[in-house]
């Protein structure tokens, strides 16, 4: 099914790069609920990752503006004119990379209202099914993001803009002429670093055991991370289960979390 107005297949016209890819671009087979959501919503909530610089405060929008006190006790006199308040901050933004059906998403987004949660992905229908979830629970937080987001990271965002980045369960690609595809490595992290602002929380989660310990290899010497914990950190219990967990777990894997601060 196509979109004419978003998502698109290629919103940064591979901008001339012969790279190796960390995904498999995927329309997949879409409901009629999430092919909705996708022509009534994508105007208003989603981005195209087109290289173009990305304002996350204009996105976001303010944190909230204070209410204008009213005057019951005296309605004869006029207000008095007050000086312009300054506008409010905007919210902090937290990164996510591959959110599946966006069902954690979601519920991250709704247990935190006051950060916004940009979610990048290529599957359209886990971005029409994030979009659904997004509306049917009223969350404003959530902006869903199409593309590659090593684009995102490298062309578009400023630095030290971001106050988390999670990347739960990513491909493993387990065959060992594929780990090269893995997204957990040095060049990522040499991107993703001067984004992330001091005190900055990157997560990562993933049930493949020898991922987990790349995982924890890279971290550990990536310039300006600190590990939160001596090893792997324990399941946070702020980070809901997840389809890909559940299997996982069905499978006997043992699930490992990595919690890593901006130092």
């Not at 208003?44 to 006190?69: C, I, K, N, S, T």
């Not at 990164?95 to 059906?101: A, K, W």
């Not at 957990?184 to 991922?211: K, M, N, S």
């Amino acid at each position: 099914m196509k979109f004419p107005a978003g998502p698109a297949p290629d919103p940064a016209g591979s901008r001339g790069e012969r790279r190796i890819r960390t995904f498999h671009a995927r329309r997949g087979r879409i409901t009629q609920a999430q092919a909705a959501a996708i022509e009534r919503l994508w105007g208003r909530w989603g981005v195209e990752l087109d290289g173009a610089p990305l304002d996350l405060a204009a996105l976001f929008g303010p944190a909230g503006a204070p209410d204008r006190p009213d005057r019951p006790d005296r309605p004869d006199r006029p207000e008095p004119v007050a000086a312009p308040l300054p506008p409010p901050p905007p919210p902090p933004v937290v990164l996510e990379i591959g959110f599946g059906m966006g069902d954690a998403t979601a519920a991250m987004a709704a247990a935190d209202p006051a950060t916004g949660i940009l979610a990048v992905d290529v599957h359209t229908p886990g971005q029409g099914n994030l979009l659904a979830l997004a509306d049917r629970a009223g969350l404003t937080n959530v902006r869903v993001a199409n593309g590659d987001a090593i684009v995102l990271l490298r062309d578009m965002l400023p630095p030290a803009s971001l106050s988390g980045l999670r990347v739960y369960f990513p491909d493993p690609w387990p065959k060992g002429k594929h780990h090269k595809r893995r997204l957990i490595q040095p060049a990522f992290l040499a991107l993703v670093t001067p984004l992330l602002r001091p005190g900055a929380v990157l997560h990562c989660a993933t049930d493949w055991e020898p991922y987990a310990e790349q995982m924890l290899e890279v971290l550990t010497a990536a310039p300006g991370l600190v590990n939160q914990y001596p090893g792997f950190a324990p399941r946070p219990d702020f980070r809901p289960m997840t389809k890909f967990e559940r299997q996982g777990l069905a499978k006997g894997h043992v699930v490992r979390d990595l919690l890593f601060t901006r130092a």
